[in-house]
Nanobody
Framework: QVQLVESGGGLVQAGGSLRLACAAS????????KGWFRQAPGKEREFVAA????????YYADSVKGRFAISRDNAKNTVYLQMNSLKPEDTAVYYC?????????????????WGQGTQVTVSS
């Protein structure tokens, strides 16, 4: 059983920063692409960012491009999401996700494992 455990969520004022982390329970998944999705109240889950297993390629939703940065440390089996210049519209539950192929995450077509989610609230 694979577990993805997120941490780092919380309450922050607009313009502030947060750093989310997601640790995978099995080192095997260091060879998988990883990403972040979010779901705001009353809205569908949406793609935020993805990174290849090597960390050599990343992709972002237009709404976060230039403000968020995804990275990973395979030695620690952990993926990060640095969120800067946060806006109230970034308020959502953020989910870590992993799958075999980077493109699957971007399209949202396949996710093998999800984390339990971490709440991010941005006040105006």
């Amino acid at each position: 059983q694979v577990q993805l455990v997120e941490s780092g969520g919380g309450l922050v004022q607009a313009g502030g920063s947060l750093r989310l982390a997601c640790a995978a329970s099995k080192r095997t998944f260091s060879r998988y692409a990883k990403g972040w999705f979010r779901q705001a109240p009353g809205k569908e889950r949406e793609f935020v960012a993805a990174i290849t297993w090597s960390g050599g390629d990343t992709y972002y939703a237009d709404s976060v491009k230039g403000r968020f940065a995804i990275s990973r440390d395979n030695a620690k089996n952990t993926v990060y999401l640095q969120m800067n210049s946060l806006k109230p519209e970034d308020t959502a539950v953020y989910y870590c996700a992993t799958t075999v192929n980077f493109d699957y995450l971007i399209g949202g077509s396949r996710v093998d494992y999800w984390g339990q989610g971490t709440q991010v609230t941005v006040s105006s």
